[in-house]
């Protein structure tokens, strides 16, 4: 058995933080991917996963108090949740951290090093710790990574290298000859000019690291452990049973079957990787390389704007314009998310997206079209015929037309959704929705209803409806599987594989219809303006609290015998009320250990009685008595700030009347 089944991967997402919008669409574009593959019959088998080691993780794991292994357990089911929550239907959803896969790669490791693929060396040059990667001095823009854009840092360590010069030629040759091995084709370009056959040629890649700790150790020398990319590639193999010390005609019968993957399905910003550094390593290993690596575009964030055409700008938290899919699957539901990810982004440019746009795709495509169609023809063929399917007579003009467009969608779709122009794909498919509401108004099924003589004529045009629709279903089941399925339980037809839509007509006349249910509701637009408004002052909240704060105006100085003069001490406070007429003054009752005074203090805009009462504060002891309102005060509470002010607090354990130095 050898190479008969049709293996998919995606990249595997980092462990570093909840994937944002931009990241899931690659797991949604694969799926829908692996769908269709399967509605054509291939036996197909999808991989994804998550990229568990690395400096960047190590550090996060210290940030949060926790080890790194707990931190990317939490991230990485993040991760699947959200990858299952977009339906996606993976075959396996591999770790890096998987004992599997640590053990096949250090034996990869080895086996490197001891064919002499591997030498120790130093490394010294620009490294950017978010990209894991290395940069020469050729590459750094500007001292920024060329990748991310965000600042590199001069790093020298003994490091592990791999010989990839010494392949290079076999691989320039190997892409020209190749032709589709890297799409889109503008893809290849760039990897033959900026890298391949560059002045500065391939350069040997490090692929160890000494500085950290956190990754797969060198069983050669423990101080080292393996670098992110080694390791992070080689899951594509090691999660279909992959053997190091054994030919590629010894592997097993899985594998075989399986490997080399019919497409690896990734960023563009990660196409250097799969292209070059990891075709080069599968020659190392002997091992076929994949048939195709796909590198599709980024999604970036757009203003926020009604008409749709907001510029686009950098997503990150500070601007308040991240996007995450379960957030927007609790708005537009799962197939609204999926339908705008893949209508959205094309072949080889960037997408873009706002809660604006995925409103207005969703309010149109998705609810008008789309599920205004399937509203009205149900009712229609209750009201007229009883909810029974009725049977086809002959075809006048539109019918004509109308079977034309399902046609030219079958096929049309087809030939797009296979060579990964799965945005193009859609547009045809709703080309036709389009089409079959506009026959809708050309055959007026509510005028034809009103003469018995038509009554044949409306069951044509009911009949046709309905077969456009089911048609739609078919098409529309490896992108939005769980709308497809309300259709065909609202047809009540198991007549669904794709081989039905070859012809016209394939829907069985006679059976009565199942129930109706909504397929997408509309989203009322003052949704999104109060979610928009609502970022937006948590963004503008997020800036101001990390913003410098301004030079201040300063007192004079003081000795410290003055500031010595000031008695702070410990108390506790058991009881706190408003005062009457007095709207930002609260009256509180402390315990200071050695007697219980009363305080006032005009923080009652910023905290209720109950936010204070049991809290540890610190108190002016010895500030001379003073008359608030009427009430006496014989004391002030420490605190910080003008607008919220904020009182200072004490550990509980801190003794009541204990002095503040």
């Not at 978010?130 to 940069?135: A, M, T, V, W, Y």
């Not at 990754?215 to 279909?240: C, E, F, M, Q, R």
């Not at 999926?338 to 959205?344: D, I, K, P």
């Not at 009911?462 to 529309?476: H, K, M, Q, T």
Request: glycine share 6%; charged share 25%.
């Amino acid at each position: 058995m050898k190479h008969t089944r049709y293996y998919i991967t995606t990249a595997i997402a980092y462990a570093s933080r909840k994937p944002h919008f931009g990241n899931t669409y690659e797991i949604i574009m694969a799926d829908a991917f692996a769908r269709f593959k399967r509605q054509m019959g291939e036996d197909v088998f999808l991989c994804t996963g998550t990229d568990e080691h690395g400096q960047k993780i190590e550090e996060l794991a210290d940030a949060a108090g926790v080890s790194p292994q707990k931190y990317v357990d939490g991230v990485a089911g993040e991760i699947r949740a959200i990858w299952d929550l977009m339906g996606a239907s993976y075959n396996r959803f591999i770790r890096t951290t998987d004992e599997d896969h640590v053990n096949t790669v250090r034996k990869i490791f080895t086996r490197f090093y001891e064919s002499g693929d591997i030498y120790l060396g130093h490394y010294e040059g620009w490294y950017c710790t978010p990209c894991e990667s290395f940069f020469t001095n050729t590459q750094v823009v500007d001292g920024k990574c060329p990748d991310c854009g965000r600042p590199v840092n001069q790093s020298r360590e003994e490091a592990y290298f791999f010989r990839m010069s010494k392949y290079a030629p076999r691989l320039i040759e190997y892409i020209k000859s190749h032709p589709g091995f890297i799409e889109p084709a503008s893809r290849e370009k760039e990897m033959l000019n900026n890298f391949l056959c560059s002045e500065e040629g391939l350069q040997d890649l490090c692929v160890s690291r000494s500085s950290f700790k956190w990754g797969i150790p060198v069983d050669i020398n423990p101080k080292h452990v393996i670098y992110v990319w080694l390791d992070a590639l080689s899951n594509y193999i090691t999660a279909i049973g992959y053997d190091p010390d054994k030919s590629y005609e010894e592997q097993s019968e899985e594998f075989r079957s399986l490997w080399p993957a019919k497409v690896h399905i990734i960023g563009k910003d990660i196409l250097r990787f799969h292209t070059i550094y990891w075709p080069i390593f599968l020659m190392a290993l002997g091992l076929p390389l994949p048939e195709k690596v796909f590198g599709h575009p980024w999604f970036n964030a757009a203003e926020e704007k009604k008409t749709g055409d907001g510029a686009e700008v950098k997503m990150s938290k500070s601007r308040g314009n991240v996007i995450y899919a379960d957030e927007l699957a609790e708005l537009f539901g799962v197939d609204g998310v999926r339908y705008y990810a893949l209508s959205e982004m094309p072949y080889d440019q960037d997408g873009r997206i706002s809660y604006y746009n995925v409103l207005a795709r969703y309010n149109t495509d998705l609810a008008n079209n789309l599920g205004n169609l399937v509203s009205r023809t149900h009712a229609m063929t209750v009201k007229y015929f009883g909810g029974v399917v009725p049977a086809p007579a002959l075809e006048v003009a539109p019918d004509g037309e109308l079977k034309e467009a399902v046609r030219h969608a079958v096929a049309e779709s087809k030939i797009l959704f296979d060579t990964f122009h799965i945005a193009d794909g859609l547009a045809e498919i709703f080309a036709m929705l389009r089409r079959a509401n506009k026959y809708i108004d050309e055959t007026m099924p509510w005028a034809l209803a009103k003469d018995e003589s038509q009554k044949e004529r409306l069951g044509t045009v009911l009949y046709n409806l309905l077969e456009v629709i089911r048609a739609a279903a078919v098409l529309l089941t490896p992108m939005l599987p769980g709308t497809a399925d309300k259709i065909f339980q609202q047809l009540a037809t198991e007549v669904r594989d794709y081989s039905t839509v070859q012809a016209f007509g394939a829907l069985e006349s006679g059976k009565k219809l199942g129930e109706a249910s909504p397929l997408f509701a509309r989203v009322d637009e003052k949704v999104i303006d109060a979610l928009v408004a609502e970022k937006a002052a948590a963004a503008e909240a997020a800036a101001k609290a990390s913003a410098p704060v301004p030079e201040p105006e300063h007192e004079a100085q003081i000795g410290i015998d003055a500031f010595a003069a000031v008695e702070l001490r410990a108390a506790e406070v058991i009881a706190c009320e408003p005062i009457p007429k007095a709207k930002k003054l609260l009256r509180l009752q402390v315990d200071l250990g050695y007697e219980k005074r009363q305080i006032v203090s005009g923080i009652a805009k910023f905290y209720k009685p109950e936010d204070l009462i049991g809290r540890k504060v610190v108190v002016v002891a010895n500030l001379a008595p003073a008359t608030l309102c009427g009430v006496e005060s014989r004391g002030m509470l420490l605190a910080a700030g003008e607008d919220p002010i904020r009182v200072v607090f004490l550990d509980s354990s801190v003794r009541n009347g204990d002095r503040i130095h």
